[in-house]
């Protein structure tokens, strides 16, 4: 099917997108009540289409339902923490390594010209364009290593955690400038085709991150 023959998006898949990235990127904030009502009328729909969202938020865990409390988003602590980078760590590796007997020179060269691109924003001092950029950048990866399976499981763990845009590790000059290290690595070990060298960099990469989070 293409593009332009897409399916409709449903009002449910339209409430589900909306909470989802405002779950992800904190905008709602762990500890919030969502009430079907007040959801309803903020997105211009029916209760129905949201409650069938908020079930599906439920299955992906970013929300829970209490008695007498309703519809919760959902609090994470350290453990969690520690557990979404070591996943991510694992997944995006494995992604890495798999890109690297599968990618071709176009998406080896798409892939060099996000990484320039970053490159320039974070000279000029636009971090805040970075963080949505290099996750893009992440993922790309891993659609090319996993095509069937990874890229979907990477994003389901990425949108597990939610990171406020405010918190983002690229908005730290010194931190940016890491991680575009070591997208570097992770670029020019592809190129080699160096399976290992690319898991073994972007796995660092990710648990470098991890480290950096938890100690703010």
Do not use: C
């Amino acid at each position: 099917m293409t593009a332009d023959h897409r399916p409709p998006m449903s009002k449910a898949d339209y409430v589900y997108s909306v909470l989802l990235e405002e779950i992800r990127t904190a905008r709602i904030p762990g500890g919030t009540a969502l009430r079907a009502g007040a959801v309803a009328r903020r997105l211009g729909v029916s209760v129905t289409p949201v409650r069938e969202a908020l079930r599906r938020l439920e299955k992906d865990r970013l929300i829970s339902y209490e008695a007498h409390h309703g519809a919760t988003v959902v609090e994470l602590g350290d453990d969690a923490l520690e557990e979404f980078y070591g996943l991510r760590a694992v997944v995006e590796g494995l992604g890495a390594r798999l890109a690297a007997a599968r990618i071709t020179a176009g998406e080896l060269a798409s892939l060099r010209d996000l990484h320039a691109s970053m490159a320039r924003d974070a000279e000029a001092g636009r971090h805040d364009r970075l963080g949505e950029r290099s996750r893009d950048f992440h993922l790309r990866i891993t659609d090319i290593g996993g095509p069937a399976f990874l890229g979907q499981q990477a994003r389901a763990v990425r949108n597990s955690f939610p990171v406020p845009a405010a918190a983002s590790q690229w908005l730290d000059p010194g931190q940016a400038r890491r991680h575009l290290d070591a997208h570097a690595g992770v670029l020019a070990a592809l190129e080699r085709g160096d399976g290992e060298a690319a898991e073994r960099v972007m796995a660092g990469h990710v648990r470098e991150a991890g480290e950096y989070r938890r100690k703010r």
